[in-house]
T-cell receptor, first 116, second 110 residues
Framework: EPEVTQTPSHQVTQMGQEVILRCVPI?????FYWYRQILGQKVEFLVS????????KSEIFDDQFSVERPDGSNFTLKIRSTKLEDSAMYFC??????????????FGNGTRLTVT | QQQVKQSPQSLIVQKGGISIINCAYE??????FPWYQQFPGKGPALLIA???DVSEKKEGRFTISFNKSAKQFSLHIMDSQPGDSATYFC?????????WGAGTKLIIKP
C-alpha cells in the first residue's frame, strides 16, 4: 500500500536555526497538509496546499513557517527561526480529494523536532 | 465553538471488555465525524467515520454512536484486544478542515 514518507524521523536543532522537514506524499494525491502534535496533546492543523498554493492555514502558521513543493514529489515545511515552543511531532498528510468524505487523509510517521 | 472535547484522557480495559470513548462538539456546522487510531511512532490512521444523518455505524468490532441532538458521539470497541492499545482521536469536519479532540490513550490489559 502506498505510504506518505517523512524525513528525517528526528531532528534536533538550536533555537534560532532554520529547519526543513521533508515529505513525499502518495503519488496520485493532490492535496497536502502539515499538522503538528505537541507531546501528549492534540493534533493541530498547520496548513493545506493544493495546486502549488496554500489553501488554508491556521493561526499557528505564522511568518516563520513556509511550505513548498520544489519538485513533483517532495513537499517541505520550513521553519525560519526555530523557537523552543516549536518542539513537537510534525506530521505530513496527503489526500486524493479535498473532501475527507471522499478520500481520507493519509499521514506519514512524523518528524520529531527538538529545539534546544 | 470550534472545539471538540474528548474524554477520558486515558482508559484501561481488560481484554475482552468494551472500550468507550466520548466526544462532544458545539458547532452544528460540523457534518463529518471521523475517528483516528495512532500507534506509538506512527501517524494517525482513519479508523471509522460517520455522518450526522445516521445514529450508528459499525465496522467489525468498532462502532460509532452519534447523538445529533446532544451533539455527542462515541467510539465503542467490543471485545477489546491488546492490539487495540493505541491513542484514539475523534475529529469533526466543517469546510474540509478537521478539528481534533485531545486524544484518549487506550491500554488493553491481557
Amino acid at each position: 500500500e502506498p505510504e506518505v514518507t517523512q524525513t528525517p524521523s528526528h531532528q534536533v536543532t538550536q533555537m534560532g536555526q532554520e529547519v526543513i522537514l521533508r515529505c513525499v506524499p502518495i503519488s496520485n494525491h493532490l492535496y497536502f497538509y502539515w499538522y503538528r502534535q505537541i507531546l501528549g496533546q492534540k493534533v493541530e492543523f498547520l496548513v493545506s496546499f493544493y495546486n502549488n498554493e496554500i489553501s488554508e492555514k491556521s493561526e499557528i502558521f505564522d511568518d516563520q513557517f513556509s511550505v513548498e513543493r520544489p519538485d513533483g514529489s517532495n513537499f517541505t515545511l520550513k521553519i525560519r527561526s526555530t523557537k523552543l515552543e516549536d518542539s513537537a511531532m510534525y506530521f505530513c498528510a496527503s489526500s486524493e480529494w479535498a473532501d475527507p468524505r471522499r478520500s481520507p487523509l493519509h499521514f506519514g510517521n512524523g518528524t520529531r523536532l527538538t529545539v534546544t | 465553538q470550534q472545539q471538540v472535547k474528548q474524554s477520558p484522557q486515558s482508559l484501561i480495559v481488560q481484554k475482552g471488555g468494551i472500550s468507550i470513548i466520548n466526544c462532544a462538539y458545539e458547532n452544528t456546522a460540523f457534518d463529518y465525524f471521523p475517528w483516528y487510531q495512532q500507534f506509538p511512532g506512527k501517524g494517525p490512521a482513519l479508523l471509522i467515520a460517520i455522518r450526522p444523518d445516521v445514529s450508528e455505524k459499525k465496522e467489525g468490532r468498532f462502532t460509532i454512536s452519534f447523538n445529533k441532538s446532544a451533539k455527542q458521539f462515541s467510539l465503542h470497541i467490543m471485545d477489546s484486544q491488546p492490539g487495540d492499545s493505541a491513542t484514539y482521536f475523534c475529529a469533526a469536519d466543517s469546510n474540509y478542515q478537521l478539528i481534533w479532540g485531545a486524544g484518549t490513550k487506550l491500554i488493553i490489559k491481557p
